[in-house]
């Protein structure tokens, strides 16, 4: 089955400054990558997704790449706020397997004002 | 537009005992995951379903279960409960039944096993 790898576990960055999350998947019949972003007591919230026909995608401040040859796809936050301090996921699924998505091992960031 | 709710929030139970958790997806969506999220396991897929048809099914014992109704309206059973199944339980909600499309979760439900 599917395999999602992601890092780092935690980052740490200065308010204003960028952070990126790095997630590899195994199969490459894996055609959506979803970014969730779960804080404290609260479901995972989707900020972003990206799908194989696309290369990279942008919302105001986010940001995700996606490269399948290398089977890797990547979380970009520019201009960092201490609101963005929180859980995030990335996650890797296969269209034609319905809606189940296989999660990476979570990344904290934690924004310093 | 409501969003995904799960009820209860929060349950505490013992061990040999079982558990029904609800889940109401948001309106129009008919597909329903459920997902069990521990701090050493992560974000772990429990099964899919749509139009009341499991389509999906995780490595999981077969003491969860789950069913769906003619409303999208969701539930899934643990029973015979170990300590090990004390985790955040997840529901998520998608509007099509193809693959590919956006999930949106619920806030969980917050299971204690003594």
């Known amino acids: 089955g599917e395999n999602v790898e992601q890092h780092p576990s935690t980052l740490s960055v200065q308010e204003g400054d960028s952070a990126v999350i790095k997630c590899t998947y195994s199969?490459?019949?894996?055609?959506?990558f979803p970014w969730y972003k779960q804080e404290l007591g609260k479901g995972p919230q989707l900020i972003i997704d990206?799908?194989?026909?696309?290369g990279e995608k942008k919302d105001q401040r986010i940001a995700v790449t996606l490269n399948k040859t290398a089977k890797h796809f990547s979380l970009h936050i520019t201009e960092t706020q201490p609101e963005d301090s929180a859980v995030y996921f990335c996650?890797?699924?296969?269209?034609?397997?319905?809606?189940?998505?296989?999660f990476g091992g979570g990344t904290r960031l934690m924004v310093k004002p | 537009k409501a969003g995904v709710t799960q009820t209860p929030r929060y349950l505490i139970k013992t061990r040999g005992q079982q558990v029904t958790l609800s889940c109401s997806p948001i309106?129009?969506?008919?597909?329903v995951s459920w997902y069990q999220q521990t701090p050493g396991q992560g974000l772990q897929f429990l099964f899919e379903y749509f139009s009341e048809t499991q389509r999906n099914k995780g490595n999981f014992p077969g003491r969860f279960s789950g069913r769906q109704f003619s409303n999208s309206r969701s539930e899934m059973n643990v029973s015979t409960l170990e300590l090990g199944d004390s985790a955040l339980y997840l529901c998520?909600?998608?509007?099509?039944?193809?693959?590919?499309?956006?999930?949106?979760f619920g806030p969980g439900t917050r299971l204690t096993v003594l």
């Open positions: 990206i799908r194989s026909n696309v």
């Open positions: 998520a909600s998608s509007l099509a039944g193809q693959g590919s499309n956006e999930q949106f």
């Open positions: 996650a890797a699924s296969m269209g034609n397997a319905g809606n189940m998505l296989t």
């Open positions: 309106s129009g969506h008919r597909s």
């Open positions: 199969d490459s019949a894996s055609n959506y």
